[in-house]
């Protein structure tokens, strides 16, 4: 058994001062002083790039594989149902609440915990980065993507994210598709103009009822919603232009760009990507670091959600503390001992390769 109730102390203390400070992305410069502080009251040495974090073992050795250790300290803004403080972190009843208690707080201060442990370790296998990074929940490019080439190659990460400890060996990609239909405008009145909202109707009733062929043995089929819709501008006048968002969530089966080709070819509607950065990403279930979590009884499984797993091009497992389930929730909150537990396992499953 690893003794980790200190250092889930520690980690505790410093995840209030973490939610205490505001941190939405973009604006997390003070959370990002608030981590290097602590970096540098340990004697570690890091390196920053606007709010990105990283730091590498005190023995690091460019000849051994690298293991980065990822998780963000941005957070979304509190929504309207908030009973509590958001920046206020409270401890009641084995619960520490807080905006980004849960997403990813918990993970991130396992994780920087887990780093320590490992720091001055002179025999290990691997080396380790812990990079602690901004913009995860916009999907932003001054983030983890920023920092990516001044990174030592890596050769596996584990991303922070709430999982309950289980290791999400899979996620879905995202692809954000706006769409546009065009008509003719005329008055509501008389039998003139084309009417682009009936137009966008029939791409929406297609969006709605395609079905994928390839379907993802660990991530399932393909889901795409049409998520926003605007149209018209008087009750009068036939619109001849109709807009509509389309959230794609894909998987290992096809690339983005074959999935957007296929809504280019099925629809009427301009179709546009806002990007096709953001991938499906996988680990091998005959990875050791798989392989090790196996071993101590964890499950694995495929993720619906999108993170920052989705920038790196090497095998990721996303595991963490916490439960996706309370992200971006009123009142959002972690229990205190699934950091310290979260803290163990993630040394435990480390130590069997390392």
Not at 102 to 117: E, K, M, P, R, W
């Amino acid at each position: 058994m690893i003794h980790t109730l200190s250092q889930a102390q520690e980690a505790i203390a410093l995840l209030k001062k973490l939610i205490a400070i505001p941190s939405f992305s973009k604006q997390e410069d003070k959370t990002g002083d608030c981590i290097a502080s602590f970096l540098e009251e340990k004697g570690i040495p890091f390196q920053r790039v606007k709010n990105n974090i990283w730091a590498t073992n005190k023995y690091f050795d460019s000849q051994k594989p690298t293991i980065l250790l990822n998780s963000h300290h941005d957070t979304v803004k509190p929504n309207a149902s908030y009973t509590l403080d958001p920046f206020d972190p409270v401890e009641k009843d084995g619960r520490l609440y807080g905006l980004g208690s849960n997403d990813a707080g918990g993970c991130l201060v396992s994780l920087i915990s887990t780093f320590l442990y490992f720091y001055e370790k002179s025999d290990l296998k691997y080396n380790f980065v812990l990079a602690t990074t901004a913009e995860e929940e916009i999907s932003g490019r001054e983030g983890l993507e920023m920092i990516i080439p001044h990174l030592p190659p890596i050769d596996f990460a584990i991303v922070g994210e709430p999982t309950q400890m289980q290791m999400a060996v899979a996620e879905k990609g995202l692809l954000v598709v706006d769409c546009v239909t065009r008509g003719k405008a005329g008055h509501a009145a008389r039998n003139e103009g084309e009417n682009a909202i009936y137009k966008a109707m029939r791409d929406i009733e297609w969006i709605r009822n395609y079905e994928f062929p390839e379907v993802s043995e660990m991530l399932g089929p393909i889901k795409m919603t049409v998520t926003i819709i605007q149209a018209g501008s008087q009750h009068n006048v036939v619109p001849d232009t109709c807009t509509f968002t389309v959230d794609v969530r894909t998987t290992d089966k096809y690339s983005n760009e074959d999935v957007l080709l296929v809504l280019k070819n099925g629809l009427l509607s301009e179709v546009n990507a806002r990007s096709v950065r953001l991938k499906p990403s996988s680990i091998p279930l005959d990875h050791p670091i798989v392989e090790a979590g196996k071993s101590l009884g964890l499950t694995t499984y495929g993720s619906p959600t999108t993170s920052d797993q989705a920038l790196l091009d090497v095998p990721s497992l996303k595991m963490g503390p916490g439960d996706s389930a309370r992200s971006h929730s009123a009142d959002e909150f972690i229990y205190l001992e699934e950091i310290e537990k979260g803290i163990e396992r993630y040394i435990e499953i480390l130590e069997k390769i390392v």
